[in-house]
């Protein structure tokens, strides 16, 4: 039962290389978000998705985009890498909603120099 | 807009001792609050949350929390602390804005159990 995985687990980013970060699921869920975390700052929602082909801006979208092709997978991608990128990115993922709470993946530490 | 605060950046306390980690929140309407632990390069994992119904909510591994409508707060306890408990915790609310339902994390609060 594999729940949420995210890959690359680490990358190195020169400024202005672009890289796309994969999140699977294998729950069945309808709801996944993409978050960053810095210190001191928390987590921060930078886009989401309801279901297979939407998506919606969470509250620090700026330089990334993202795609919902499949129910089961959802993507983020840095068109043009910049250091105030550098962060970990957390996808998660839940049934309908929050009600039931969010499974999270393990993180990505992506590293832009 | 919701928001949630967590206080205290970092919480020591001697094993076996109670501890507490302090959030505070705000919201309009009903609230959906959550707590959250992450332990070192894991991501995060569901302690317990508050929906509805009585105000002390029970989690893992002996943790509580308790929903105080009146101080707008969800302070997280555990009666005996244990040096594994220690971890970062985050405190998070349901979030409606946009039209769809989403949380909105505290900025976490890293607590340090000493043996």
């Known amino acids: 039962n594999a729940g949420v995985t995210q890959t690359p687990k680490f990358r190195v980013l020169k400024t202005g290389q672009s890289m796309t970060l994969l999140c699977a699921q294998d729950m069945n869920h309808e709801y996944m978000y993409w978050y960053r975390q810095d210190p001191g700052m928390g987590l921060r929602l930078i886009h989401y998705?309801?279901?297979?082909?939407?998506?919606a801006k969470g509250e620090v979208p700026d330089g990334y985009n993202v795609s919902r092709l499949k129910k089961q997978n959802f993507l983020l991608g840095l068109e043009s890498a910049a250091p105030s990128q550098t962060s970990v990115y957390f996808c998660?993922?839940?049934?309908?909603?929050?009600?039931?709470?969010?499974?999270f993946g393990s993180g990505t530490r992506l590293t832009v120099v | 807009a919701q928001s949630v605060a967590q206080p205290e950046d970092q919480v020591n306390v001697a094993e076996g001792n109670p501890l507490t980690v302090k959030c505070t929140y705000s919201?309009?309407?009903?609230?959906?609050l959550f707590w959250y632990v992450q332990y070192p390069n894991r991501g995060l994992q569901f302690l317990l949350k508050y929906i509805t119904g009585d105000n002390l909510v029970k989690g893992s591994n002996g943790f509580e929390a308790e929903f105080n409508k009146s101080q707008t707060s969800f302070h997280l306890k555990k009666p005996s602390a244990l040096v594994s408990d220690s971890a970062l915790y985050f405190c998070a609310v349901r979030d409606l804005s946009g039209g769809y339902n989403k949380l909105i994390f505290g900025a976490g609060t890293r607590l340090a159990v000493h043996p």
């Open positions: 998660a993922s839940s049934y309908v909603g929050t009600y039931y709470g969010y499974t």
């Open positions: 919201v309009s309407g009903n609230p959906y």
């Open positions: 998705s309801v279901g297979e082909g939407t998506t």
